[in-house]
């Protein structure tokens, strides 16, 4: 069957779409998730339309074969990972960008890097806010996904706040065309934004529409650290109770020593925490960065500084992006993407400390603290059994923490196949069944993302 | 069968919760949709808890019988108009607020008005910032499930941007509580978007947990005259592409004599098209008023005015919230509320002029220029059989003009009854396939607002 499958996806794609080449399948197989162990697809294809799309999808129907998406495979949570016998449909070639300035929105494919969309936004003089840490090789495609969000959500909002329409191929190969190039529709159901975060299981966007904003003021950026993590979230939940930082991120202690290891940038490697927070309220900025050193300085911290200085303030903003490359360096890592109410961030904080003590392992944590959504980082040495244990246990713990604190286990990255375990605990089971119920009534043979989200 | 179920929900609801009164009934048979013919209900619940509305969901779906939710019966397109033999279903009565000023959000029954959660934010320093135009008669629970905008939206959002979870019974009376306390949250789908802007056809939104977000600062507010509705609409244009206004609010000549002689606050009756635009961001305030200024004068405005006074500027705001009021004492009055691209306003108004007098009825135009979304407002005598004709013939070609522009036939009313006949054009079939699915994957006896949004 197998054969007769690649002979009819063959005759109907493009000269070079479909790959069977195993070393080049091989560097499609996996997203991000360290410990995620991907399988062997059938075979890889890369859409260079969403006409390939809708041909593989109606194959795949017609001989049930489940198919996994992929966007730029930056993912953090092995939603993107290949199981066995899978048709693995790769979207990182659907490159178009259009810019509609004076309509103040972008119309991009799927496999569009999120940086080169604000790139391109910039040449109009417009910005798309979206900004994960990974933002220089991530895709749109990926971010929709997921509803991925980032540094300067906690002004902007994530993802979703953006998409004003996309194209998606459902499991039978059917396109629907969902929104456009208004800013405000409330016509029918809000599809696009159930299909935002259903990370493939549902259908695949080829396209998106997302809103552009003006590109904002210049930003000016406080460093601040402080003798503990609970001085610090006090710090945080002050600042957003007055202000609109667009920007207001955490790293503990093991986080700001990573960093500095990795690329050394002059940060305090024995501050309890470090608060790194930006503002771009133009000639209202000085008084907001005013007031947030202020509170900062009421919460005891150690140490502030501001710089006005775009480049300087950016040095910092990508110390706190490397965050995570400079773990991988470090044996293998398991992410957390944990948010709760923000007055329980150092609740948080502190419990993954406990939890990282009672299960000898070692825990960063760095964060979008504005907005309670943190990333403990547990990393070990994946050679070593027992330790192996210990960091599941641990990342098992800071789930049920998280959800004992009225939290979430991912804010941003997606359940994938890592939180897939989990999800069942947080959403109980009358959401479970609602969220069947729709998955059976737009993917009804199952063969989208399986696995994947549910487990 | 009637009595039969009339029995057993007095058996299972509070005392004074069951009401067949025709007189009280028939004060929630309407909402502000002028046009539509209420049916008579069986009986109208007046829901005391989310339990009371589980028992009546329960019983419907045991005896099959239409249920029609409604807040305050603020809708324009009546989405909450009864329907003959239904079970009309009131949320108003639920109006329980929690801030939670640490976590910047609000806990709120379904029944809580805009302004009155407003007014509880603002004793914490914070800030609900959705703000329909009946802000001070209208409930949340329609909010979300309109989906409602208003005039900060075009800075700040529409009320799905802020809804952080939902309680919601479905159909058959099991209750779902989405979402939570966390900012960021994307465990599994986004089921609370999707309820959000369903208009009751999904299932009945019994409480929501909304962001609040910091007081902004003092409004500043430009009055702006134009010969004609084009430049304004370049204005408009040129606005949004370089600054983020707090309000950009466009009214024609029409709508300006209305709101004056409703109550005169001194704007120019001549004038082909007002825009009134506010600014909030503090100290950068100026430099972006004189901006929009500039641009108003390079676009030919014949009258530009500036004032910092928040009472002042808060007048002005209140001329044109007062509109459909204005037209209200006037006749009957068909309310559009189509969306357009920024680039298109121009021509929707131009077209909807064309329309006005092709149809030889009355079209006054007003509206959120600033995210292309504009509210025409035919005014017409009910008694005159042809006006009522000419007028409905009217409608129908603004929301063709407004398809044909790319854009949507309702941006933040719904789409109720008055608009159902016209979704299946804007949708397409392949999204009303999608559409059917998922209203039967959820409620698969169709006994929740049947009539509405599809016709």
């Known amino acids: 069957m197998a054969d007769d499958v690649l002979d009819q996806l063959a005759a109907v794609l493009p000269p070079g779409a479909l790959v069977v080449d195993r070393d080049v399948v091989d560097a499609y197989r996996r997203d991000r998730a360290d410990t995620v162990r991907p399988g062997w697809p059938l075979a890889l294809v890369r859409a260079t339309c969403t006409d390939d799309v809708q041909q593989v999808l109606r194959l795949a129907s017609e001989h049930r074969i489940p198919v996994v998406p992929r966007g730029a495979g930056s993912g953090l949570s092995g939603g993107a990972t290949a199981t066995e016998g899978c048709l693995l449909l790769s979207l990182d070639a659907l490159r178009d960008i259009e810019i509609d300035g004076p309509a103040m929105l972008a119309v991009v494919g799927a496999g569009v890097l999120n940086g080169d969309l604000k790139r391109a936004a910039r040449e109009h003089g417009l910005w798309y806010p979206p900004d994960p840490s990974s933002f220089e090789f991530c895709s749109i495609g990926g971010n929709l996904a997921t509803n991925a969000g980032g540094l300067c959500c906690v002004k902007y909002g994530v993802t979703t706040d953006y998409v004003l329409g996309c194209d998606v191929v459902l499991a039978d190969g059917t396109l629907l065309r969902l929104g456009g190039r208004t800013i405000k529709d409330v016509a029918g159901y809000d599809l696009k934004r159930l299909f935002v975060g259903s990370e493939g299981t549902l259908g695949v966007i080829t396209r998106a529409t997302v809103r552009l904003r003006p590109a904002p003021a210049p930003f000016s950026t406080m460093v601040a650290t402080f003798a503990d993590v609970e001085s610090?979230?006090?710090?945080?939940?002050?600042?957003?109770?007055?202000?609109r930082p667009a920007g207001l991120e955490l790293m503990d202690r093991t986080t700001v020593r990573a960093v500095e290891a990795f690329k050394p940038r002059g940060l305090d490697v024995d501050a309890g925490a470090t608060l790194l927070a930006q503002c771009d309220a133009g000639a209202a900025s000085v008084d907001e960065m005013a007031a947030i050193e202020a509170i900062c300085q009421g919460e005891g911290a150690t140490y502030v500084a501001v710089t006005d200085d775009p480049d300087e303030g950016e040095m910092f903003m990508q110390a706190r992006r490397e965050a995570f490359p400079a773990f991988f360096d470090r044996g293998t890592t398991l992410i957390e993407d944990v948010g709760v109410p923000i007055p329980r961030i150092a609740e948080l904080?502190?419990?993954?400390?406990?939890?990282?003590?009672?299960?000898?392992?070692?825990?960063?944590?760095?964060?979008?603290?504005?907005?309670?959504?943190?990333?403990?980082?547990?990393?070990?040495?994946?050679?070593?059994?027992?330790?192996?244990?210990?960091?599941?246990?641990?990342?098992?713990?800071?789930?049920?923490?998280?959800?004992?604190?009225?939290?979430?286990?991912?804010?941003?990255?997606?359940?994938?196949?890592?939180?897939?375990?989990?999800?069942?605990?947080?959403?109980?089971?009358?959401?479970?069944?609602?969220?069947?119920?729709?998955?059976?009534?737009l993917d009804p043979l199952g063969i989208l993302n399986p696995g994947k989200m549910f487990g």
């Open 232 to 243: 610090a979230g006090r710090a945080v939940s002050a600042i957003v109770a007055a202000w």
């Open 349 to 441: 904080v502190g419990g993954v400390e406990r939890i990282a003590e009672q299960h000898r392992t070692t825990i960063a944590t760095v964060g979008h603290a504005g907005d309670g959504n943190l990333h403990p980082l547990i990393t070990f040495d994946p050679k070593d059994a027992d330790a192996v244990v210990r960091a599941e246990a641990a990342f098992a713990a800071v789930v049920e923490l998280a959800l004992s604190l009225g939290g979430t286990l991912t804010g941003e990255h997606g359940v994938g196949t890592v939180k897939a375990p989990f999800l069942a605990a947080q959403l109980g089971p009358e959401v479970l069944e609602v969220t069947r119920r729709i998955k059976d009534a």
